[in-house]
T-cell receptor, first 109, second 115 residues
């Protein structure tokens, strides 16, 4: 089967760190993507992981554990503009993206 | 210059009408997609074309018909619109379909409201 689970909503404070988790169960695996989507806008690409481990890109990092079917997106030094939905997507054996419903991140001052 | 542009941005129409959404990308990508995002924010793939050839055709009603005149354009035509068609439709493109080449660049979205 194909299933992506991520929390519906999270709240964090400006300047803090937040970790958004994603678990997946997919037939075959060809990589895990994270996208950011501000309200009323299009999703934009954040990261792609295909090997286990942590990939750091400025304030954002993404982690993958293929054996656990688990990924997380880590956001540091949170800014108000980071308030958005964060979408986890898994690429299956047919190179088709399976999307989670997204995690709405609310940043409070 | 906008990388993936789709028109119109907003579309309000009556049930039973036919409408089209156009999409163009100037990134030189080989693959284009149509996604539907409903009120619950799930992104669902509808169609995917690679070099003008249909490669993904999910279970969507045949009232939806994509057309790709060339690899830079992928239009979506919808016949006999129904209330449940109300959603935001996103066009996207990627360099290719495999691995890291499958990074999607999305258009701004077309919000369709069927009354």
């Amino acid at each position: 089967g194909q299933n992506i689970d991520q929390p519906t909503e999270m709240t964090a404070t400006e300047g803090a760190i937040v970790q958004i988790n994603c678990t997946y169960q997919t037939s075959g695996f060809n990589g895990l993507f994270w996208y950011q989507q501000h309200a009323g806008e299009a999703p934009t690409f954040l990261s792609y992981n295909v090997l286990d481990g942590l990939e750091e890109k400025g304030r954002f990092s993404s982690f993958l554990s293929r054996s656990k079917g688990y990924s997380y997106l880590l956001l540091k030094e949170l800014q108000m503009k980071d308030s958005a939905s964060y979408l986890c997507a898994d690429m299956d054996s047919n190179y088709q993206l399976i999307w989670g419903a997204g995690t709405k991140l609310i940043i409070k001052p | 210059d906008t990388a993936v542009s789709q028109t119109p941005k907003y579309l309000v129409t009556q049930m039973g009408n036919d409408k089209s959404i156009k999409c163009e990308q100037n990134l030189g990508h080989d693959t284009m997609y149509w996604y539907k995002q409903d009120s619950k924010k799930f992104l669902k793939i509808m169609f995917s074309y690679n070099n003008k050839e249909l490669i993904i055709n999910e279970t969507v009603p045949n009232r939806f018909s994509p057309k790709s005149p060339d690899k830079a354009h992928l239009n979506l035509h919808i016949n006999s619109l129904e209330l449940g068609d109300s959603a935001v439709y996103f066009c996207a493109s990627s360099q290719d379909v495999e691995g890291g080449a499958n990074v999607l660049t999305f258009g701004a979205g077309s919000r369709l409201t069927v009354l």
